[in-house]
């Protein structure tokens, strides 16, 4: 991806984005003093809907506002290919070091802390404007391109799979939907609901390591088929393991069948020491296999997998995910669209 930043244009554009009216007239008159073209946004919702006509060279954003805070507006700028490579400047207060890591961890390229002088802002954006930065911009746009294409690489191992075994095919997609919907529903930021959307697509890649004879067998499995088959966990982890951009999904693949009781596999991990995606993945997993139709059996109504669910609550599966499970579907009735 070209970066539109260009260290000979001298004439940048600078988006504001702050609810104070009188801090954007303040940067708005010192910033075009110092040669800059500025627009202006009250809030992060409106900032996000001035990039579909304006291509700024930096934002420079507040952190609190309506509607949507500069963490929201930096994490969907991180989350958006077109937007990624835009320098992200927050103006933060100085006891804000919480929100200060998590944009860091969407990639804000600087802070600057509120009250400052324009000198100070000066600093900050020359050394924006700094080759070695554009290098390291270059650098991250690189290694975003990376990532996407890896991830394009794993969907294309799904497909894989899927064409293999049917069975799977809508099951990842099903297990996606309710793992993203419960954690959105338990206050999950965008990014969370997007991760998590991506770890049911991936939960069962290593099925993809199971034999055919054993994948695609109608009927019940011989201890020998059972022990293959739980396999499926450790091979999924080990063909995700050296990328590191996943390295929070991994847990989902590698601990979804895990029991509360410390009976499940690959690990025997008991209670909370299972990680919570991975709790809610089982949730999901479960739900679907329930609902789902097999060659030698029905799918059940929504109903009696959900008596099923309740039963298997506290040995098998996670009482607080399935508190939040039955939650999500009176809010979402997952029943009248999931297999349809
Ligand atoms: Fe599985």
């Known amino acids: 991806m070209e970066s539109n930043v260009n260290i000979n244009d001298n004439e940048k554009t600078i988006l504001v984005v702050d609810d104070s009216r009188s801090m954007r007239l303040m940067l ?31 934002i420079l954003s507040d952190v609190y506002m309506p509607e949507m805070n500069g ?41 600057i802390v509120k009250p400052f002088n324009i000198e100070q ?17 270059k650098e991250k746009e690189r290694l975003d391109v990376e990532q996407r294409l890896m991830l394009a690489g794993i969907e294309s191992l799904v497909r894989a799979l899927e064409a293999r075994d049917q069975y799977t095919r809508g099951h990842s997609e099903r297990v996606s939907i309710i793992l993203s919907g419960m954690v959105k529903f338990s206050g999950g930021s965008h990014y969370e609901e997007e991760r998590a959307r991506l770890a049911g697509r991936l939960h069962d890649i290593g099925k993809i390591g199971i034999r055919d004879d054993v994948l695609l067998k109608p009927g019940r499995l011989t ?8 396999g499926h966990p ?7 393991k ?9 847990p989902v693949v590698y601990s979804h069948h895990e029991r509360m009781d410390g009976k499940g596999y690959p690990q025997g991990l008991s209670g909370y020491t299972i990680p919570l995606w991975a709790r809610m993945a089982a949730v999901a997993d479960t739900y679907d296999a329930l609902t789902s139709n097999r060659p030698y059996r029905q ?5 009696k997998a959900l008596e099923i669910i309740d039963q298997a609550s506290g040995p098998q599966l996670c009482p607080s995910c399935v508190r939040l499970f039955h939650e999500w579907c009176l809010k979402e009735k997952p029943e009248t669209f999931l297999h349809r």
Not at 122 to 132: A, D, H, P, R, V
Not at 234 to 240: K, V
């Open 28 to 58: 708005e008159d010192h910033l075009s003093q110092k040669g800059f073209r500025v627009c202006c946004a009250d809030n992060g919702r409106n900032a996000l809907d001035m990039l579909g006509s304006i291509r700024p060279d930096v």
């Open 71 to 111: 963490l929201e507006l930096c994490e969907a700028l991180h989350v958006s290919p077109e937007y990624t490579d835009i320098p992200f400047v927050v103006m933060s207060t100085e006891n804000d070091a919480d929100n200060m890591k998590r944009m860091m961890h969407f990639g804000a390229a600087a802070f």
């Open 121 to 137: 802002l000066m600093i900050t954006l020359n050394t924006i404007f700094s080759y070695e930065f554009l290098i390291l911009l």
């Open 223 to 230: 201890e020998e088929e059972f022990n293959h088959i739980k």
């Open 234 to 240: 450790e091979i999924g982890a080990s063909i995700l």
């Open 242 to 250: 050296n990328i590191h951009s996943i390295s929070d999904i991994i």
């Open 299 to 303: 799918g059940m109504p929504h109903d």
